[in-house]
C-alpha cells in the first residue's frame, strides 16, 4: 500500500485488506466469514433499504507505546447493539460472535491500526442489516452483520479544540418515545438538515433540545453533552438520547478524580451557570465546548475565551486517552488487548 500520512488523517472511510461477515438464516447465525470485497449483494426489496431495519455500532483500536493494540470496550458495544436490535426487532447478534467479529476483523487489518502518538486510530464499523426480500412492513428473518474497519483522524478538524454550538429549535432529532436510544441509522438522517443547517452558519454541530417541551437539553448531533460547574460533572438524562459508551466512561474517571456526577434533566437555562461545556463520543472521545449560541433567544453562553479546553475536560480527555493507549492501568476491565 501507499505510505499513509498518519499525522494528517481525516475522518473518513479509507480501504483496509479485509473485513467480516456473519449471516443469519431463518434466526440460526452462521460461521463467521472472511471477505476482502468491499461490496455487498443485497436484494432490491431487502428491509433494511425500505422499513430501515439497520443497527451500527462505533469503536476503535489504539497501538500502544509498548505496540501492543488494545480494543476499547468492546462488549459493551455489542450489548448496545443487541438493545438496538430490540428496538426495531431484529435477530440480535450473540455478543461473543460480535466479539469474535471485532478480534478477527482487526487482527487480519494489523497493519492499518495507526501508530503510537500520531493521533490517529483504528475505526472500528460493525453494521447489521435486515436483508429478507418483502414489501409488506415486518421485520425480517434473515439478517447480514459486517465489521470493516478504517484508520481515522479527529472526527472534528479542529481536534481537542474548543468550537461553536447552536441551539436550532425548530429541529428535532427524534420523538420522546421513538428510537433516540437506539444507534440506528434513521436518527443520522433526521438529524442531516439541522446539523447543514449549523455547518453554514460557522458551527461545529446542533445542541438538541428535548422535543415536547423545548425546555431541556438532550444531545449533541454526533454526541452525548456534559458540562461541569461548582466540581460536578453533570450530562442529561432523557429518554431520547443514545446512552454513549464514552459518557458512561467519563463519568466513572469523573468520580475518580473526586467530582460528583449528576445525570439528570438540564433546564436551558442552567447553561448560563457553567464552566466547562464538551460534547462526547466513540468518534470525538471529546469535543470541548466553545461557546452555545441560542439563536431563536439572542443568547450565547461562552466556555472559552483563549481558544483553550478548560481544565477539567482535559484532565478527563488525557486520562481516558492514557487508559486507551495502555499508558495507564485499566483498572475497569475496559480495554481488550490484541
Avoid at 447489521?128 to 415486518?138: C, R, S
Avoid at 460533572?233 to 432523557?238: C, E, G
Avoid at 436551558?268 to 457553567?274: I, P, S
Amino acid at each position: 500500500m501507499k505510505e499513509i500520512d498518519w499525522s494528517n488523517l481525516s475522518f473518513g472511510y479509507m480501504p483496509t485488506d479485509y473485513n467480516v461477515r456473519f449471516n443469519c438464516r431463518n434466526g440460526e447465525w452462521g460461521e463467521l466469514e472472511v471477505c476482502s470485497s468491499e461490496i455487498i449483494n443485497l436484494h432490491m426489496a431487502a428491509t433494511c433499504l425500505h422499513y430501515g431495519q439497520e443497527a451500527f455500532e462505533g469503536l476503535k483500536a489504539f497501538r500502544g507505546k509498548d505496540d501492543k493494540i488494545r480494543i476499547f470496550r468492546m462488549r459493551e458495544n455489542a450489548e448496545r447493539m443487541q438493545a438496538s436490535c430490540d428496538g426495531i426487532l431484529m435477530t440480535k447478534l450473540p455478543v461473543e460472535k460480535f466479539e469474535e467479529a471485532v478480534l478477527k476483523a482487526v487482527e487480519l487489518n494489523q497493519r492499518f491500526v495507526p501508530p503510537y502518538e500520531s493521533g490517529a486510530s483504528l475505526y472500528i464499523r460493525p453494521l447489521l442489516i435486515g436483508t429478507t426480500p418483502q414489501v409488506g412492513v415486518k421485520a425480517a428473518t434473515d439478517y447480514l452483520f459486517v465489521i470493516f474497519v478504517t484508520p481515522v483522524g479527529p472526527y472534528f478538524k479542529a481536534g481537542f479544540k474548543p468550537t461553536p454550538y447552536a441551539i436550532l429549535r425548530q429541529y428535532d432529532r427524534v420523538a420522546p418515545l421513538g428510537t433516540g436510544t437506539y444507534k440506528i441509522g434513521g436518527n443520522y438522517a433526521a438529524s442531516l438538515v439541522a446539523g447543514e443547517k449549523a455547518h453554514s452558519l460557522g458551527y461545529s454541530a446542533v445542541l438538541y433540545l428535548d422535543a415536547k417541551e423545548k425546555k431541556y437539553l438532550d444531545e449533541c448531533g454526533p454526541a452525548n453533552f456534559f458540562a461541569i460547574k461548582n466540581n460536578t460533572y453533570i450530562t442529561p438524562k432523557s429518554e431520547s438520547i443514545l446512552p454513549s459508551i464514552t459518557n458512561k466512561s467519563l463519568m466513572v474517571l469523573a468520580e475518580e478524580m473526586g467530582l460528583k456526577v449528576e445525570c439528570r434533566k438540564v433546564p436551558v437555562e442552567e447553561l448560563a451557570t457553567f464552566e466547562e461545556a464538551g460534547a462526547c463520543g466513540t468518534a470525538a472521545v471529546i469535543s470541548p465546548v466553545e461557546r452555545i449560541d441560542d439563536l431563536d433567544e439572542n443568547k450565547s453562553y461562552v466556555f472559552s475565551k483563549d481558544g483553550e479546553a478548560g481544565p477539567v475536560c482535559k484532565a478527563l480527555y488525557a486520562r481516558l486517552r492514557a487508559i486507551q493507549y495502555g499508558d495507564e492501568p485499566d483498572t475497569h476491565g475496559w480495554v481488550t488487548v490484541l
